[in-house]
């Protein structure tokens, strides 16, 4: 799961011809979605949108864990794992969900 910031617009709604595909409540948008991230980390710089690292997140729980999804998770779960162990989100989503489940079950997120 990758979070992203807005300072600037707090409420950003971003969208093009086929609709919106990325909101910020309170400055905040998470997604687990590899093509949404990419997007939100090539948006121009005026848009002041950053990517909260997860090393920043302190929940002790599930979000922002340093341990991979489990063997059953979704391919969406193991798409965003796999781009947090340094994957290209386009190369990630195109393989399967156990393929990225045999390559990054025991890899860790890059820092």
């Known amino acids: 799961m990758a979070q992203f ?10 969208q093009d011809d086929k609709g919106v595909w990325a909101k910020f409540e309170d400055g905040l ?3 687990s ?12 710089d005026e848009y002041e949108v950053t990517e909260v690292k997860a090393s ?13 999804p489990s063997k059953a998770a979704s391919k ?6 796999a781009v947090a162990c340094g994957a290209e989100p386009d190369q990630a ?9 045999e ?9």
């Open 29 to 31: 948008c998470e997604t």
């Open 56 to 68: 920043a997140k302190s929940d002790g729980g599930s979000g922002g864990s340093d341990k991979a």
């Open 93 to 101: 989503s195109a393989r399967t969900r156990d393929e990225l489940v």
């Open 76 to 81: 969406e779960d193991w798409v965003a794992w």
């Open 5 to 14: 910031e807005s300072k600037r617009f707090r409420g950003l709604a971003l």
């Open 33 to 44: 979605d590899a093509a949404v991230a990419k997007r939100l980390r090539a948006l121009p």
């Open 103 to 111: 390559q990054y079950a025991d890899a860790s997120p890059k820092q």
